[in-house]
């Protein structure tokens, strides 16, 4: 189980200033982020059409968001067509039961798994382990925060928060290694361990991040080899797909594979693109070239409702880049771990209310800026900042009365409304003006105004002009 479970998607704010009083993580956070805002500003240089590309991957995840039903239908029929079994979860808990029972049904006891936020929502790994069959995460990245009990903090770079020395000081303590944060040196040894696992596993489970309703294919992108041998080495493959991966057609491809990984590590391409139609058939002088079964498992777990969602809908388009966790400042400070969810940053702030419920997630929407540097990395455009604000009328207006969200609201009404009515009067204003110069000049005003003081524990309030602009006006501008 993780070590961070007792964090919620709720207890952002207290989240929040824990990560900040942590040095080496904030340190950590960003020089990463920041390394991979420049690899993708570098590698989008090469992509004169780059505008025009968003363009169209838009056009075509929104159009096929809006038939989802007629897709998915598709792209099912074509998969089962190629001899993949189909499987339909309605939610997190029917999908661990259909991995776990493939599980049980062939006899796999040693289970290989390459990196799937699919997975990580569904808390397969816990479920699985609850029956007495953990998988062994294969990614470096996810291999290491499985060894230390941990949930990913990236949707592309799990382990983004630990230190070389961390990791050193982990493998050491989980491995009983000699300690080293050499780079090739802990690869090397991460190498070695998971080559056995590959070759005793039975079933291998992975992601998807594509899924072709013209031909059945599902594309699973990476950069180690460990999916492509998590999909191809174990007898049995199961993939994990959350519905809104499906696109049209095969040519539609193009468009997400050059702008995803640009997006995402700043590559023009990952080092591996396994293209999967279908398991081995046993063809003649083909045989033995991937597993004898293949299961696709179609994950709603709550995206059914969000595509009927004509507001929220787009924020399924998401190709789970991770660019908008880079670009946004929230996430730079913070780290992934603070939003107590398996989805961070500015995707996860508007994807987490939407699948566990506002009841769980109210405060996500309000963990953002809205400086909307997520919506102008974003390689589909997904319109972050409004689908936050959308989300947190919602949360104002669904929230019982005392609560958080709720009371904010109420706080902000009452507010402008005082500022109205002191605008709308010449005398008044000149009160509030001659008051806020007062209160100007006593700090310990600023300590006690419960606003004041929350505004001023973490920032420095501007002063106000010594003599009113009107003042100098009036005396012809002196
Ligand atoms: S919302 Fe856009 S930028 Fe963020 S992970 Fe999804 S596709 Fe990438």
Avoid at 160 to 186: C, M, N, W, Y
Wanted: contains cysteine.
């Amino acid at each position: 189980m993780s070590g961070h479970s007792h964090r919620t998607p709720d207890g952002f704010a207290a989240q929040a200033r824990e990560a900040l009083g942590d040095r080496t993580l904030t340190q950590a956070m960003r020089r990463v982020t920041d390394l991979f805002a420049e690899r993708r500003a570098a590698a989008l240089e090469t992509v004169p059409d780059w505008q025009e590309l968003r363009q169209q991957a838009r056009a075509i995840k929104l159009h096929t968001l809006a038939r989802l039903d007629h897709y998915l239908a598709q792209f099912a029929g074509a998969a089962a067509k190629n001899g993949a079994i189909v499987h339909w979860a309605e939610d997190a808990a029917a999908a661990c039961r259909i991995v776990g029972e493939l599980a049980q049904v062939h006899r796999a006891t040693r289970l290989v798994k390459s990196k799937s936020m699919a997975t990580e929502e569904i808390h397969l790994n816990a479920a699985l382990a609850a029956a007495g069959t953990e998988p062994v995460e294969t990614d470096l990245g996810e291999w290491i925060i499985q060894l230390a009990g941990e949930m990913p903090s990236h949707i592309i770079v799990p382990a983004i928060h630990k230190t070389r020395q961390q990791i050193s000081e982990l493998f050491v303590d989980k491995l009983g290694v000699a300690p080293s944060d050499e780079p090739t040196v802990l690869a090397a040894e991460a190498r070695e361990r998971l080559r056995q696992h590959f070759a005793e596993a039975d079933m291998g489970i992975s992601g998807v991040n594509f899924g072709v309703a013209e031909t059945g294919t599902i594309l699973v992108l990476e950069n180690e080899g460990n999916a492509r041998m998590t999909t191809t080495l174990p007898k049995v493959h199961v993939a994990v797909m959350g519905i809104e991966k499906v696109i049209p057609r095969f040519a539609d491809l193009e468009v997400f594979l050059r702008l995803l990984p640009r997006s995402g590590t700043g590559q023009h391409l990952t080092s591996y693109q396994s293209l999967l139609t279908g398991p081995d058939v046993g063809v003649p002088g083909r045989a033995g070239q991937g597993p004898r079964e293949l299961h696709l498992v179609l994950l709603d777990n709550g995206r059914a409702n969000i595509a009927v969602d004509e507001t929220m809908r787009e924020t399924l388009a998401c190709i789970r880049c991770g660019a908008c966790l880079n670009a946004c400042p929230v996430y730079q400070s913070v780290g992934g771990h603070a939003y107590g969810a398996v989805y961070p940053g500015p995707i996860g702030a508007i994807l987490t209310p939407q699948l566990q419920g506002m009841h769980q997630a109210a405060a996500l929407p309000f963990a953002s800026s809205l400086c909307g540097a997520c919506k102008d990395v974003c390689p589909v455009q997904i319109d972050i900042p409004s689908l936050l604000l959308e989300l947190r009328k919602r949360a104002v207006e669904g929230e019982a009365p005392g609560a958080a969200p709720a009371k904010r609201a109420a706080f902000e009404a009452l507010t402008w409304k005082l500022w109205a009515w002191f605008v709308r009067s010449p005398g008044r204003y000149r009160f509030a003006a001659a008051m806020a110069r007062l209160g100007d000049k006593l700090p310990l005003v600023k300590r006690l105004l419960p606003p004041m003081r929350a505004w001023a524990s973490s920032r420095a309030l501007p002063r106000l002009a010594k003599r009113p602009f009107r003042a100098g006006h009036k005396d012809g501008g002196s």
